[in-house]
Structures are given as structure tokens and as C-alpha cells.
């Protein structure tokens, strides 16, 4: 059974650091991973998506890395800044088309 | 619509009621999925529409729950009975079709059974 830890599940840093999120899953046999971001009281926002066959993908400041033989995948957030400030959600797509969600870790940049 | 659109945002509802939920989906989106969120967890797969393939209902967690979408476009969550153990963040999303899209999400509704 496919399980995704997300590491740390909160992180408070000053602005402008550059910062990593870590996410974890027991099953590599997968079709693709993707990063959200939750704000209260919002939905989710899609920020990357990493098909099985891809290493990385990349978005402004944002970086995320796949490596299914480790079942590990970060998000890096460049020149970090408080509108950043969200949880971050990671989930993996597994054989069976259902997409399994980490915890989040829950992000704070301090102005 | 511009984007993933969910009523009411807000529930409040007593032990044993019926509740409905309502999604729209982008336009032209052909997968909807339903999750919920329970406070400080992550997301629990319920239900999965794609085109006018049967819909996949292996995460729905008892046969109080049912969805239904209709004409490949809204769908309606409904909880019958409801439990206090139902409360929780219920999330639509959709995507263009195929699990290798991106999925938009609407804000969710929050349930509350009391």
C-alpha cells in the first residue's frame, strides 16, 4: 500500500532563505507526483506535476525533483517570500489512478 | 467558468440529516474527482468521474455516501444520515482528462454534523 511522508510537517524561516521540502513514498510504481499549495480557508493549487519518466520540473522560483528508485521528491523554494507562506501538499498517482496525498508541511516566512 | 466552482461553501447540519454538494468543473474539464479533507490530515480519495466511464467509487467510505454527474458536467455529493464523523473539507477537482493532468481544485465546502 502506497504511503507519502512529507518532511518537516512545519517550517518557519526569515524571508529571502532558500528552502527545501521533503516528500517520501513507499511505492515507486508510479505515473507522476505533484505539488500543491494550500492556503486557508482556499482550495488547492497546483504548482508542479512530474511525470514517472521526468527528473525535475520548474516553475519561477520553484524546483521540484523526482527520484522513484529512492521514492523521494523535494520542492525547492528560491529567495523565499512571505506570500509563500501556505502548506505545501505533495501527491503521488499510483497504479491504480488514485492520487495519495502526503500530510503537508506547513510553511512560514517571516517578513 | 474560470474555475472550480463549489456550494455551499459552508454546512451546518444535525446527526442524521441528508446533505448534498455541489461541484462545477472547469469547462470542457472530462475528470472530476471528490476528496475530503479531515482537520490536520491529508486528502481522502472518494470518487472519480471520468468521461462516461463508470465512475470509480472505491474510496466512497460507506453506502451512506453516493455521487452522481450529470451530463459529464456537475456533480452532487450526497451523505445520507450524516455523523459527526463526517465532518470534514469535501474538495472538488477536475482536470482536462487522464490522470497525467493537473488538477484544479474549488475551495471546498465545510461540513459540520452536529
Known amino acids: 500500500k502506497q504511503e507519502v511522508t512529507q518532511i518537516p510537517a512545519a517550517l518557519s524561516v526569515p524571508e529571502g532563505e532558500n528552502l527545501v521540502l521533503n516528500c517520501s513514498f513507499t511505492d515507486s510504481a508510479i505515473y507522476n507526483l505533484q505539488w500543491f499549495r494550500q492556503d486557508p480557508g482556499k482550495g488547492l493549487t497546483s504548482l508542479l506535476l512530474?511525470?514517472?519518466s521526468q527528473r525535475e520540473q520548474t516553475s519561477g522560483r520553484l524546483n521540484a525533483s523526482l527520484d522513484k528508485s529512492s521514492g523521494r521528491s523535494t520542492l525547492y523554494i528560491a529567495a523565499s517570500q512571505p506570500g509563500d507562506s501556505a502548506t505545501y501538499l505533495c501527491a503521488v498517482l499510483g497504479s491504480n489512478y488514485q492520487l495519495i496525498w502526503g500530510a503537508g508541511t506547513k510553511l512560514i516566512i517571516k517578513p | 467558468g474560470a474555475g472550480v466552482s463549489q456550494s455551499p461553501s459552508n454546512k451546518v447540519t444535525e446527526k442524521g440529516k441528508d446533505v448534498e454538494l455541489r461541484c462545477d468543473p472547469i469547462?470542457?474539464?472530462?475528470?472530476l474527482y471528490w476528496y475530503r479533507q479531515s482537520l490536520g490530515q491529508g486528502l481522502e480519495f472518494l470518487i472519480y468521474?471520468?468521461?462516461?466511464?463508470?465512475?470509480?467509487k472505491s474510496g466512497l467510505p460507506s453506502d451512506r455516501f453516493s455521487a452522481e454527474r450529470t451530463g459529464g458536467s456537475v456533480s452532487t455529493l450526497t451523505i445520507q444520515r450524516t455523523q459527526q464523523e463526517d465532518s470534514a473539507v469535501y474538495l472538488c477537482?477536475?482536470?482536462?482528462?487522464?490522470?497525467?493532468?493537473?488538477?484544479?481544485f474549488g475551495s471546498g465546502t465545510q461540513l459540520s454534523v452536529l
Open positions: 512530474i511525470q514517472s
Open positions: 469547462s470542457g474539464h472530462t475528470a
Open positions: 477537482a477536475s482536470s482536462l482528462g487522464g490522470h497525467n493532468e493537473k488538477l484544479f
Open positions: 468521474f471520468q468521461g462516461n466511464s463508470a465512475p470509480d
